[in-house]
């Protein structure tokens, strides 16, 4: 960088320069340096550009006291060298925070994926208590009071054998379930699977209690009636002619499947 | 120019800064992302058994298997085992009253702490009280048997249906 400087003869060095444009000479030697950058047009653009920067760089540093501005400013010429080492000691600092920063990331996020620790914390605690509460209270009124309400369960009841009586079982099962829900302020979502031998709950043509269905369907909407699309596939081949649903119920591909996605997504699971 | 790369100076001090920390996390995440979700080795064995069919030879095939599950724990691991009966599973309680052998079975597990919850709605739907079922205490009965499963999962239980 200084080739181009040293071309001009008898040119003032970068540290004179910037000492003169920082007002530390005495007067002769200022008056000196002012003779020598006058007489050079190019000079005196470069000192007029020094200056107009000195300018921009105190008007950077305006909270910082003036002095310290401008040693900073006249310590910059002593070389680029200085000038790593904050970046240095900046980095190494940033290595250490990333470093920090990063293995709590990593560490909650872990908790999250496994989904265990982190909700296990709060979930121990609630178990204590519902454990609590039953020994005390005991019996009907058992598991009250105990989980916050901004929570939703989600719940996957899985039901898969043709006996009637466990279907209405279920159905009283689920109902008690919202009442329940709704005296401790808790949300539901529930998903009635049906699959394989258990589809006459939802058949239109032998469902055994389809006012229930539909009077549940109606009163919970967060409440859902799937039915297994083979199961009806394979009763329409059985049968020779397609098998209707009731209007309530939804038809998904696969009983089993969705069994398994929605416990990936993190559902309850109950085989009824 | 000079002047210029030193004014440019804090702004890549800033950009620099900001890389490293990037790749540090980075290098770290990867570091300890498997690390972290390494299980915790004191945590209780917890486990629910659904039972919920009229089933005799269900009922000990799933006691049976419930035996084996305690014997392949390891010894100092804490068991929290519950069998929840449920519908036409609280049955199983029923056939314990009568039958020896399954109440002996029945009275084995509740001496490693194994606790047999009934649903009450069942009782009341059915008819049946406590006494009608062997050795049920006031607080083995739950309100709800699908609320309790859900309820137990929640926190933690792993879910068998036999």
Avoid at chain 2, 122 to 134: N, Q
Wanted: aromatic share 6%; charged share 20%; net charge negative.
């Amino acid at each position: 960088m200084s080739n181009e400087r040293l071309s001009a003869k008898n040119r003032p060095s970068e540290e004179i320069l910037n000492a003169f444009v920082d007002g530390e000479f005495s007067p002769e030697d200022r008056l000196h340096t002012l003779k020598t950058i006058s007489s050079s047009e190019h000079l005196s653009r470069e000192v007029c550009d020094m200056h107009q920067l000195k300018e921009l760089v105190n008007m950077a540093y305006e909270d910082v006291p003036a002095g310290r501005a401008s040693t900073g400013r006249c310590r910059l010429s002593r070389g680029g060298r200085s000038a790593w080492f904050p970046s240095v000691a900046a980095g190494v600092l940033a290595l250490v925070v990333g470093s920090l920063g990063g293995y709590e990331i990593t560490r909650d996020a872990g908790f999250f994926s496994g989904q265990h620790s982190a909700a296990n914390g709060q979930d121990a605690g609630a178990l204590a208590q519902v454990a609590a509460s039953r020994d005390t209270a005991g019996g009907a009124a058992a598991p009250q009071q105990v989980f916050s309400a901004t929570e939703t369960d989600q719940i996957l009841l899985h039901i898969n054998e043709g006996d009637t009586r466990a279907m209405a079982e279920l159905l009283d099962d689920i109902e008690s379930m919202y009442r329940e829900a709704a005296t401790v302020g808790r949300d539901l979502n529930v998903q009635v699977v049906v699959h394989n031998n258990a589809m006459n709950l939802l058949r239109a043509d032998s469902a055994p209690y389809p006012e229930r269905v539909a009077s549940m369907a109606e009163a919970y909407p967060t409440l859902r009636f799937t039915a297994c699309a083979q199961t009806l596939n394979r009763l329409a081949r059985e049968e020779g002619k397609t098998v209707d649903i009731l209007p309530q119920a939804e038809l998904i591909d696969s009983g089993v499947a969705e069994a398994a996605r929605r416990q990936a997504e993190g559902w309850i699971y109950i085989k009824v | 120019m000079i002047p210029y790369l030193r004014v440019a100076r804090p702004g890549w001090l800033l950009a620099g800064a900001f890389l490293l920390m990037l790749v540090a996390g980075g290098a770290t995440a990867l570091l300890f992302g498997t690390v972290s979700e390494a299980p915790a080795a004191d945590e209780p064995l917890r486990v629910v058994y659904h039972i919920n069919t009229d089933d005799p030879e269900l009922h000990l095939n799933a006691l049976r298997n419930l035996q084996n599950h305690i014997d392949g724990s390891p010894a100092d691991v804490v068991l929290e085992i519950k069998v929840l009966t449920h519908g036409s599973g609280v049955s199983l309680l029923q056939h314990a009253a009568e039958d020896p052998d399954l109440r002996s079975t029945v009275n084995t597990l509740k001496l490693q702490d194994v606790r047999f919850l009934v649903c009450g709605n069942t009782l009341d739907s059915r008819g049946l009280s406590r006494s009608d079922l062997y050795e049920v205490a006031k607080e083995d009965v739950v309100s709800n048997g699908i609320g309790e499963l859900t309820r137990l999962q929640r926190g933690g239980y792993t879910y068998i249906k036999p």
